[in-house]
C-alpha cells in the first residue's frame, strides 16, 4: 500500500521567508502520481499542482515551486518570500496508477506572521 | 457551477443513531470518494466509487458503508454512530481523465459531531 508522510506538523515564518514544506512517499508502482493541496483557514481544499512519476522537472509557479525526486522518494514543496495569505495546512498526496486509492499525508500548518 | 454538493454541512448525532450523508456530483465523474479529516491525521480514505454500481474500501472503512446507485450520487452512511466518528467529511470526485489534470475536485465539508 502506499504511504505519504509530512514529518513537519506545524511551521511559523516570518513573512518574506522562503520556507520549505516536506513530503516523503512510499509506493511499490512504477507509475503514480502526486499532488500537492492547500487548505485555507475557510476549510476548502485549492489544488496546487500534480507531478506523475515519469517527470521529475522540478516546476515554478509563481513564488511556488517543487522538488521531485525520485531517488529519495521526496515531492518537497517550497514558497519563496511567505505572505500572510500563504498561512494554511498543505496536504501532500499520493496515488497510484493501478488502483485510483488517493492517499493523503497528515498535513503541514504554516502559519506566516506579518 | 455547482460541482460538489455535500448535504448536510453539519450534524449532531447521539451514539448509536444513524445517518446518511449525500455527495452530489454535476461533473460526469466516474471516481468519487469519501474522506474524513481530523486534527493531525490529515485525510483518510474511508470508501471510494469507480462508477455507478461500484464501490471500494478505503484506509479507514470501519463503520461506514456507501452506495453509489446513480452516477452522480455517492452516498455515506453511519449505521450506529460512535463518537470516534465525530470529524469532518469530505467527499471528492474526480474522472479517469482528471488524473492527467491533476484535480480531484471536493466539497465543502461536512462537520459530524457525535455525542
Known amino acids: 500500500a502506499q504511504k505519504v508522510t509530512q514529518a513537519q506538523t506545524e511551521i511559523s515564518v516570518v513573512e518574506k521567508e522562503d520556507v520549505t514544506l516536506d513530503c516523503v512517499y512510499e509506493?511499490?508502482?512504477?507509475?503514480?502520481?502526486l499532488f500537492w493541496y492547500k487548505q485555507p483557514p475557510s476549510g476548502e481544499l485549492v489544488f496546487l499542482i500534480r507531478?506523475?512519476?515519469?517527470?521529475?522537472q522540478n516546476e515554478i509557479s509563481g513564488r511556488y515551486s517543487w522538488n521531485f525526486q525520485k531517488s529519495t522518494s521526496s515531492f518537497n514543496f517550497t514558497i519563496t518570500a511567505s505572505q500572510v495569505v500563504d498561512s494554511a495546512v498543505y496536504f501532500c498526496?499520493?496515488?497510484?496508477?493501478?488502483?485510483?486509492?488517493?492517499?493523503f499525508g497528515a498535513g503541514t500548518r504554516l502559519t506566516v506572521k506579518p | 457551477n455547482a460541482g460538489v454538493t455535500q448535504t448536510p454541512k453539519f450534524r449532531v448525532l447521539k451514539t448509536g443513531q444513524s445517518m446518511t450523508l449525500l455527495c452530489a456530483q454535476d461533473?460526469?465523474?466516474?471516481?468519487m470518494y469519501w474522506y474524513r479529516q481530523d486534527p493531525g491525521m490529515g485525510l483518510r480514505l474511508i470508501h471510494y466509487?469507480?462508477?455507478?454500481?461500484?464501490?471500494a474500501k478505503g484506509e479507514v472503512p470501519d463503520g461506514y458503508n456507501v452506495s453509489r446507485l446513480k452516477k452522480q450520487n455517492f452516498l455515506l452512511g453511519l449505521e450506529s454512530a460512535a463518537p470516534s466518528q465525530t470529524s469532518v467529511y469530505f467527499c471528492?470526485?474526480?474522472?479517469?481523465?482528471?488524473?492527467?489534470?491533476?484535480?480531484?475536485?471536493f466539497g465543502e465539508g461536512s462537520r459530524l459531531t457525535v455525542l
Open positions: 471528492a470526485s474526480t474522472s479517469p481523465a482528471g488524473w492527467n489534470t491533476g484535480e480531484l475536485f
Open positions: 509506493t511499490r508502482d512504477t507509475t503514480y502520481y
Open positions: 507531478r506523475n512519476s515519469f517527470d521529475e
Open positions: 498526496a499520493l496515488i497510484q496508477y493501478n488502483n485510483n486509492d488517493m492517499r
Open positions: 461533473m460526469n465523474h466516474e471516481y
Open positions: 466509487s469507480v462508477g455507478e454500481g461500484t464501490t
